[in-house]
């Protein structure tokens, strides 16, 4: 079978974002239109923490219509992420 046509999963949304993000396996909310996208962090403080060190971790929540509903930096690498059960909290562990 060629992957490239394959239907093993029907697309729910496509989102051009304007840098590269990583969709953790979790990020997908359970009873809304939402998923949070883990990206580089742009914290643009001093010293050794200022952008590119790897410190911190960019959050984004989007709606699977394209539109952004916010975005913050989170100190630390995000190594998990959960929605509770209802998809009205969601949690990162870094």
Same mark, same amino acid.
């Given at each position: ?10 697309? @729910?949304?496509? @989102?051009? @974002? ?15 239109? @939402?998923?949070?996208?883990? *990206? ?22 989007? +709606?699977?219509? *394209? ?8 100190? *630390? ?9 209802? *998809?009205?909290?969601? +949690?990162?562990?870094?």
């Amino acid at each position: 079978m060629d992957p490239s046509t394959s239907t093993a999963f029907t697309p @729910l949304a496509t @989102l051009h @974002l304007p840098s590269p993000h990583i969709l953790h396996p979790q990020a997908c909310n359970p009873t809304m239109d @939402l998923v949070v996208l883990l *990206g580089n962090g742009g914290y643009s403080g001093k010293g050794k923490d200022k952008v590119g060190t790897g410190k911190y971790t960019k959050l984004a929540l989007w +709606r699977m219509s *394209g539109s952004k509903v916010w975005e913050s930096d989170v100190e *630390g690498q995000v190594r998990g992420l959960a929605w509770s059960h209802d *998809g009205m909290f969601s +949690r990162t562990i870094t």
